[in-house]
């Protein structure tokens, strides 16, 4: 139901944009969440999206570097990441919250849906 993509190989300082297509059913009025996970590491959050956007919440380690938006119409939310360093290397995945839970979560626990992940690896 969601599928993360868009990731890939990029230098040190260089940008990556990533999607998360939502289908079988609607998300446009669940919060999103970005998390990423690094070999040997537990899964951390990232950022996270209210259903209208007007609400943003980030992972201190991004902030000022990664952009979270959506796009409702199109079933899709995305992740801009620039200056990137090579401790963002992992894989992201993309989650939703279910239906009228609104507040932006940190935490895994509460997003019941997940996408399957892509590689993101910054060289230095």
């Known amino acids: 139901q969601l599928q993360a993509f868009g990731g890939g190989l990029v230098q040190a300082g260089g940008s990556l944009r990533l999607s998360c297509l939502a289908s079988g059913r609607t998300f446009s009025r669940t919060v999103m969440g970005w998390f990423r996970q690094a070999p040997g590491k537990e899964r951390e959050f990232v950022a996270a999206i209210s259903w209208t956007g007007g609400r943003l919440l980030y992972a201190d380690s991004v902030k000022g570097r990664f952009t979270i938006s959506r796009d409702n119409a199109g079933n899709t939310v995305y992740l801009q990441m620039n200056s990137l360093k090579p401790e963002d290397t992992a894989v992201y995945y993309c989650?939703?919250?279910?239906?009228?839970?609104?507040?932006?979560?940190?935490?895994?626990?509460?997003?019941?849906?997940w996408g399957q992940g892509t590689q993101v690896t910054v060289s230095s």
């Open positions: 989650a939703a919250r279910k239906d009228g839970y609104i507040a932006l979560e940190l935490s895994t626990m509460q997003y019941a849906y």
